[in-house]
Nanobody, 123 residues
Framework: QVQLVESGGGLVQAGDSLRLSCAAS????????MGWFRQAPGKEREFVAA????????YYADSVSGRFTISRANAKNTVHLQMNSLEPEDTAVYYC????????????????WGQGTQVTVSS
């Protein structure tokens, strides 16, 4: 069973930055794409960013493009999400996910999910 553990969430003010991390227990981590999704209260889970197994393909939601950066460190079985210029609308629980090789913007592209980390941005 693959375990994904997110960290780095917290309470920040608008304009601040946060860096989320997700550590995976999967020994073949470098063979899988990783994604970040988020879910705000009362809303459906939405795609944020994804990175292919090799790191050669990266995808962003329009709402975060230019502000968020996804990266991965295969030697450490870790994926990061650098979030800059945070806005109150970014407030949500952020989940990392693992699955496939190329990744994608939908939940069905992934097989395993973390428990999530809360990000709260105050105005």
């Amino acid at each position: 069973q693959v375990q994904l553990v997110e960290s780095g969430g917290g309470l920040v003010q608008a304009g601040d930055s946060l860096r989320l991390s997700c550590a995976a227990s999967e020994r073949t981590f470098s063979s899988y794409a990783m994604g970040w999704f988020r879910q705000a209260p009362g809303k459906e889970r939405e795609f944020v960013a994804a990175i292919s197994a090799s790191g050669g393909r990266i995808y962003y939601a329009d709402s975060v493009s230019g502000r968020f950066t996804i990266s991965r460190a295969n030697a450490k079985n870790t994926v990061h999400l650098q979030m800059n210029s945070l806005e109150p609308e970014d407030t949500a629980v952020y989940y990392c996910a693992l699955g496939g090789y190329y990744g994608g913007p939908t939940a069905r592209d992934y097989n395993y999910w973390g428990q999530g980390t809360q990000v709260t941005v105050s105005s």
